[in-house]
């Protein structure tokens, strides 16, 4: 593989960065990505060393735990980011509050093999500041030998008969955001009265739930000490693929469908060597790489018809249209997120 992606792309990326305006010829250019933990493949093909060799940049790789320690970075003083991986929301954040850099999408000619469904998003239509990373739903895992009763609502996750068993997933928007379509409302209300509800629902389940986690409720289901969790899609991949009694499914309510995307900082110092980076990300076989690393979902659709049947089948990993019609992208709330903070704190508190 190292060697097909090296004749596809060593070319058009030594001619664009041997273009590029930001630093002398013979320079040593070093870029700054700013990533969430595990995210790129450093195993199979390790991405970071290959782009290195095809184009003589170095990349200067570092990782943040959440959105909103990505926002505390980028909005310090002394940035040094040049690119970055944020959720959706976070990106419309960004873009009002003019965090970002507008794409030459010249530069990044990958581009076109992105799935048009995946371009033009609410948090950042036309992209002009972002390029789909990777997808996935919010969804249920459950073990098939604890639960064998059909699960098509979030309504499980109120069932007596689970108490001491039901995993919730450590936050805020994710949380509240399935209650609130399971009660029928948006993930994104700006409603005080749903917000309520919602949390009244979560405070009576509390005595059910076994614990709230984060990264470790994968662990935890895979191990059988959970009969059904809330969690990314991605994750039930990996999770599958590790305990074959598990089984994940998107509620009839819908759900969340969310995206990371890349952007480029307006604080980047080397912003076409940047777009070479994004450029490489979105040739067909590094992507194709790094989808079958993380286990996320891939938007590269050049990338998807390079899978295996078994992968692209399968409806965790790319769930039917039908399926994502049901399902919503988080939407920036604004001031408005203080009373989801609110809420959740009288949640954990109760």
């Known amino acids: 593989m190292k060697k097909l992606v090296l004749a596809v792309t060593i070319a058009l990326l030594l001619t664009m960065v041997s273009g590029c305006g930001d630093a002398q010829k013979g320079d040593a250019v070093t870029i ?51 690119i970055c991986f944020p959720s959706d929301y976070t990106i419309e954040k960004m873009v009002a509050g003019d965090m970002l850099h507008p794409l ?44 064998t009763e059909p699960v098509t609502s979030w309504k499980i996750f109120w069932d007596e008969k689970y108490a001491g068993q039901i995993l919730m997933y450590d936050s805020i928007r994710d949380t509240i955001g ?53 969690v990314y899609s991605g994750d039930a991949v990996l999770c599958i693929e590790e305990n074959p009694d598990l089984a994940y499914v998107v509620p009839d309510e819908g759900s969340n469908v969310w995206f990371d995307n890349i952007i ?47 992968r692209i089948a399968d409806e965790t990993y790319n769930p039917s249209q039908e399926t994502l019609d049901r399902c919503e992208v988080f939407r920036d709330l604004g001031d408005f997120i203080e009373v989801y903070n609110k809420a959740w704190t009288r949640i954990k508190a109760a």
Request: charged content about 25%.
């Open 32 to 82: 700054n990505v700013l990533n969430w933990g595990d995210y790129i493949d450093d195993e199979t093909v390790d991405v970071i060393k290959l782009f290195e060799e095809t184009t003589g940049i170095h990349v200067n790789y570092t990782t943040t735990a959440s959105n909103e320690e990505m926002l505390v970075k980028l909005k310090s003083p002394d940035s040094i980011y040049d």
């Open 178 to 230: 399935i209650t609130l379509k399971m009660l029928g409302y948006s993930v994104n209300t700006r409603d005080e009265a749903h917000i309520r509800e919602a949390e009244a629902a979560l405070t009576a389940q509390k005595p059910l739930v076994k614990a709230y986690l984060d990264d470790p409720i994968k662990d935890t289901m895979i191990r059988g000490n959970g009969a059904m969790a809330v």
């Open 264 to 310: 480029i900082p307006k604080t980047s110092r080397h912003t076409a060597y940047a777009e070479a980076f994004i450029n490489f990300l979105c040739d067909a076989e590094i992507a194709r790489a790094n989808t079958e690393y993380i286990g996320y979902s891939t938007p590269n659709k050049a990338a998807l018809a390079l899978l295996d049947e078994e």
């Open 104 to 147: 030459n999408k010249e530069n990044i000619p990958n581009l076109s093999n992105i799935d048009e469904r995946f371009m033009d998003l609410p948090f950042d239509p036309g992209n002009t500041y972002s390029v789909p990373y990777m997808w996935g739903t919010v969804g249920i895992l459950y073990n098939t030998t604890m639960v």
